[in-house]
């Protein structure tokens, strides 16, 4: 196993990595709609696009990319934002791994929205 840790990513937050390479797979952390200095965005579109950036730049560290995410879990504070938040995804996820997505009550620090992701290296 390999730790990853991508210095323009926002920092874990607790006992854990941002990413674990193991064979040919990456298992990237959850990743929260702040931005690399732990600013919240003001909506779910900026929030999304901040947690996608954030897992790219993990990826990148690790040496591979948004193009090979196998598979992502996404949880929403609201599934109200659902179609908001499936837009700006759909941007970015171009290659349309496999996805997971989940209401949850409430996430770390108020964020809208939290991404984890499979990828191959």
């Not at 730790?3 to 929260?32: R, T, W």
């Amino acid at each position: 196993m390999e730790i990853i840790s991508a210095d323009k990513a926002p920092e874990a937050a607790g006992p854990y990595s941002q990413a674990i390479v193991s064979g040919n797979l990456i298992f990237v952390s959850g990743q929260l709609g702040i931005d690399k200095d732990g600013n919240l965005g003001k909506n779910i579109v900026e929030q999304t696009e901040n947690a996608i950036k954030n897992l790219s730049e993990i990826l990148l560290a690790a040496g591979s990319s948004l193009k090979k995410v196998i598979k992502t879990t996404c949880f929403l504070a609201d599934i109200k934002d659902f179609a908001a938040f499936n837009e700006t995804y759909g941007k970015y996820f171009t290659e349309k791994p496999a996805r997971s997505l989940i209401e949850a009550m409430a996430l770390p620090k108020r964020s809208l929205v939290e991404l984890e992701a499979i990828a191959e290296v």
